[in-house]
């Protein structure tokens, strides 16, 4: 048998994390801006109003394939 070779991996250097003070970070977010409670509340109103209308495309394809179920059922059953 032929002895196996083990191969040490090289230590990673770390990666210097971007300093808060630098033009770069401050460039890949947007700038915070405080929403007001009404525009909070509008906005969750819109993301429950998406949420709703999925559910809603999501029952009919199941309530067609429902449809489609029973009447292959009452062919077996005739």
Do not use: H, Y
């Amino acid at each position: 048998m032929t002895p196996q070779k083990t191969v040490a991996a090289a230590p990673k250097a770390p990666t210097p994390a971007p300093a808060a003070n630098t033009p770069a970070a401050t460039t890949d977010r947007k700038p915070w801006i405080k929403k007001s409670p009404v525009a909070i509340v509008l906005e969750q109103i819109g993301k429950q109003e998406k949420i709703v209308a999925g559910m809603r495309a999501d029952l009919a394809r199941e309530e067609r394939e429902l449809a489609k179920l029973q009447k292959g059922k009452a062919v077996l059953e005739a």
